[in-house]
């Protein structure tokens, strides 16, 4: 006889995320091959996101009147999980075939040193999301400054640098976004929640590196594929200051763990990349690019703060 299902609590932070939220839950709920069950925290969204939620069959919905954070909310979700597997999920993510979930539980299953097992993530209209990635640092900056090309593609590749990595095949990383994790129980309970001084960003970089340091591994299993539009929460609170909002806390987490000469070499090689992209990007007029290089330099140059609270004007 095979295994039994797999019990997987699903948990999902929502945030003005009408548009998308429906179709994320129902095709949760409808995942084949594991028991689950859905658990959602609003934060104080001013659309119909808590409307639409309450329509959906299955959802257990606390509807928050405070925008929190990501990372707060998520811990109160944490702490009402009782489930061996524990799934996080966006609102704007859910699984491209229905065995996606136990697609990974079973990666996850062969491979016990795991604390995360985190699928392929896909765009609406097909393209594979760059999703896993190096832990910030000068070494890896300096790769991004000169082009990956002259340090070998493999080498590149092993370190899962952007335009290197084809994201087609298992393998062990560094880290991965948290649009979607599958997260182990026994590796929650030794590493513990998410650090909640991160509202927005960086609350996933921390989480891997700290099972780094207890011993345990991150997984990318593309053989699971998850659709992800990206950014929709984030982008309903800070707009156009979502990239820079994320790199300042990146550069704050670089800061806490290997100190303040580091975190500014960091910077500062950054600074460098951006500004030959942004020179690109004005010879050959693309001012798209030359508005993001522009605005990732301010983050680079420590004028955007991090990311502790809701923008000013956001509903607390």
Not at 29 to 53: F, K, M, P, Q, Y
């Amino acid at each position: 006889m095979g295994q039994p299902a797999a019990r997987v609590d699903i948990i999902m932070v929502t945030f003005e995320s009408a548009g998308l939220v429906a179709e994320g839950a129902r095709r949760l709920l409808a995942s084949e091959g594991v028991e689950v069950r859905l658990l959602v925290h609003d934060n104080g969204s001013r659309d119909r996101t808590v409307e639409i939620l309450q329509a959906v069959p299955g959802v257990d919905l606390t509807a928050g009147r405070h925008n929190l954070g990501f990372a707060a909310a998520m811990n109160q979700l944490l702490a009402r999980t009782d489930a061996e597997w524990v799934l996080l999920c966006n609102p704007d993510a859910w699984p491209l075939e229905d065995v996606s979930l136990a697609g990974l539980v079973a990666a996850a299953r062969a491979h016990p040193d795991a604390a995360v097992v985190a699928p392929q993530l896909r765009a609406p209209d097909g393209t594979v999301q760059h999703s896993t990635f190096p832990f910030p640092g000068p070494s890896v900056a300096a790769r991004c400054l000169v082009g990956y090309q002259r340090w070998g593609r493999a080498g590149a590749a092993r370190r899962r640098l952007v335009g290197a990595c084809d994201h087609d095949s298992p393998a062990e990383v560094e880290w991965a976004i948290g649009a979607v994790w599958l997260i182990r129980r026994a590796a929650l309970a030794d590493i513990g929640p998410f650090d909640e001084r991160f509202f927005l960003y960086g609350e996933d970089i921390d989480w891997c590196w700290r099972a780094r340091d207890r011993g345990w591994k991150i997984r990318f299993e593309p053989a699971s594929r998850f659709v992800h539009v990206g950014g929709a929460s984030a982008a309903a609170t800070y707009g156009e200051a979502v990239t820079p909002a994320h790199l300042a806390n990146t550069h704050r987490l670089l800061r806490r763990r290997r100190g303040r000469a580091v975190e500014v070499t960091y910077r500062t090689l950054n600074l460098a990349a951006t500004a030959r992209l942004w020179w690109q990007a004005r010879r050959a007029g693309d001012h798209a690019s030359m508005h993001r290089w522009r605005a990732e330099a301010r983050a680079a140059l420590a004028t955007v703060p991090a990311v502790d609270a809701p923008p000013e004007g956001a509903r607390r």
